[in-house]
């Protein structure tokens, strides 16, 4: 894509279809007809990152199906790179019905038993692609059963070994896992890998079962290798802690009416500006203002239905906060 390939930024995981109904506030079993949404925190990153002008590409395992070529198609479209990307032929391309609560807020139910995504074997990784990525961007749905973890731990070692710098978005998705125990450990097995964390203020008190509000509570998922952690408090903002700062920037006021794929904006931002400016991670100020540019990102994306299609450009980001004052 029309960048040179070190600032290339890859995010490896799922890519799905959300159904998401199309009236707000009603539950599955109530509602008469869904959406069809492309989405998966990773893909979501990957899209955010490209459409705000950054080298991605995105790396996992769509079904040999139409939604699985559609998916692709998607991601071309979006001018994301897909040579790291495989179709299975035997499994099909994960689903995941969506209801919106009244307040935007989701619930989900999955479709994967498996699903092509939780197949990707390490042999099918595109490791020459994966060596040239600047930051490497994961979640941990890709870590619940194999053979998807063995090769999600192999590409995160290759790419750590080729310099890159390795970013962690847990999103905790419950139903996903054995129990609240297995997720807490699953997501814990590579936390001291990663050398950017971001977690959403729920997760905090999920990982944690403390209270997300409390300094020390946050601080507990410090690990001395990591460069910079980062909590989302939904519309109050972000936290951000560093070695050598800690700080709070507000976020912006809108009318949600869709949260998915708010928090996947917000990473993409912030990771597109740490690609072009690897400094401003010990520049507080230039960090302040690369987080108020992603927390408008994040508002922007819950303004409208679905992840993909919601998410902005840099010019619609920087008359967003131009026309907005921040809380």
Not at 233 to 256: A, L, M, P
Not at 280 to 301: H, Q, S, V
């Amino acid at each position: 894509m029309g960048n040179s390939t070190d600032t290339l930024i890859i995010s490896f995981g799922e890519m799905l279809i959300d159904f998401v109904p199309d009236t707000a506030g009603v539950s599955l079993a109530e509602s008469t007809a869904f959406i069809k949404a492309p989405g998966g925190a990773p893909a979501n990153v990957a899209c955010s990152i490209a459409k705000l002008g950054g080298n991605s590409a995105f790396i996992g395992k769509v079904g040999d199906d139409e939604f699985g070529r559609m998916l692709v198609d998607i991601l071309r479209e979006n001018k994301v790179n897909t040579d790291g990307v495989c179709f299975d032929m035997g499994a099909r391309t994960a689903l995941a019905f969506v209801t919106l609560r009244k307040d935007g807020e989701r619930e989900f139910m999955f479709y994967r038993n498996p699903s092509a995504d939780m197949l990707l074997k390490e042999s099918e990784l595109n490791m020459g692609l994966i060596k040239k990525a600047k930051i490497f961007h994961y979640g941990s749905i890709s870590l619940i059963s194999e053979p998807c973890r063995s090769a999600h731990l192999a590409a995160m070692k290759s790419a750590k070994e080729a310099g890159a710098l390795l970013s962690y978005d847990p999103n905790v998705r419950l139903p996903l896992w054995p129990s609240d125990e297995a997720c807490r450990s699953g997501i814990k097995s590579i936390w001291c890998d990663a050398d950017f964390i971001k977690v959403s203020d729920d997760e905090v008190q999920f990982l944690t079962q403390g209270d997300a509000e409390k300094e020390e509570v946050v601080m507990s998922l410090w690990h001395d290798k990591l460069k910079m952690l980062l909590i989302t408090d939904g519309e109050k903002g972000c936290r951000y802690f560093s070695k050598n700062f800690k700080g709070r920037v507000t976020g912006f006021s809108v009318k949600v009416v869709d949260t998915t794929g708010a928090g996947d904006s917000f990473v993409g931002a912030i990771l597109t500006a740490m690609a072009k400016d690897p400094s401003i991670l010990d520049n507080e100020p230039k960090f302040r203002e690369a987080l108020t540019f992603a927390n408008a990102c994040g508002a922007i994306c819950t303004t409208k239905k679905g992840a993909i299609p919601a998410l902005p450009t840099v010019s619609q980001a920087q008359q967003f906060i131009s026309s907005s004052k921040a809380k």
